[in-house]
């Protein structure tokens, strides 16, 4: 890394959201020169939209000098408290927007994975809560011991991914010199890509070329070669409305025969009318 970048400085604020005790933390660049973190816990006794409204405008300030800010992602296996949750979710992105503030949304398990090398609690860890056990290891890998402020800690993950995002933006190599961030940071900089799950009704939305022609007797055929599938008709236009009415069940037939079902470029294209027969 350059000596310009190395002094460009950095500031990042970590939002683990909370109706009743929102964890911040803010990170500089000199944090990787030993700089500690500054991290607080927002607690409060409202309710409704003055506690909302209290979190936003503590968030204001905490994010004013903040070139990126990291939020943790919704919780979507949360039983309770998730429509309310949402509700605050939404005020803190509305004012960092207005803020124009550049945010990053950062899912639990690699908040975990960051902070303790592991997306999930080992086993021999089962007696031990969660929220114990990731401070604990925290404090083993940081050095910093949160205590009993586990709100602060995840704010803590949250603003390193966000660091070590900036760092691997200047320079990819020095991403080496930590392990526990590696992995992850790769992750978000370089997700991976999700498998299409393909169904009857993706097979059924593709675009299938089908090729329409006239046979020696007047009569039509229509014909789609990524399904092998071929039918007929009083003219072009019905044996393109039968093949068409056929092409879901024909799909169905060769998922369940477990019968290949071509789809690489050549096979898609739309509707092609020909006046000789082609050759299959």
Known sequence: MSDNKKEKSFTVLGIDASLTATGLCLLTWNYINGEMPVTTTLTNNLTGVPRLIYIEQKIEKWAKDADLVVIENYAYGR???????????GVIKRRLYLMDKETL??????????????????????NIDIKKWTMMETKKNYNIDFENRDNECDAFGLALI?????????????LEKYPLAKVVIKEVVE???????KTLQYYCKLPFKIYVYENPNGTYTAYCPGLDYKVNGDSAQKALDNLQKGKKDRIKEMKKKKIRIKIQKKYMGGISFVVKKIKI
């Open 79 to 89: 039983k309770f408290k998730r429509e309310i949750l949402g509700e605050l979710q």
């Open 105 to 126: 949304v950062i899912n639990t398990q690699k908040v975990k994975k960051i902070l303790t090398g592991s997306g999930s609690k080992p086993s021999k860890y089962k």
């Open 162 to 174: 966000g660091l070590f995002v900036e760092i691997y933006k200047r320079s990819p190599k020095d």
């Open 191 to 197: 997700p991976p890509k999700q498998k299409i799950k």
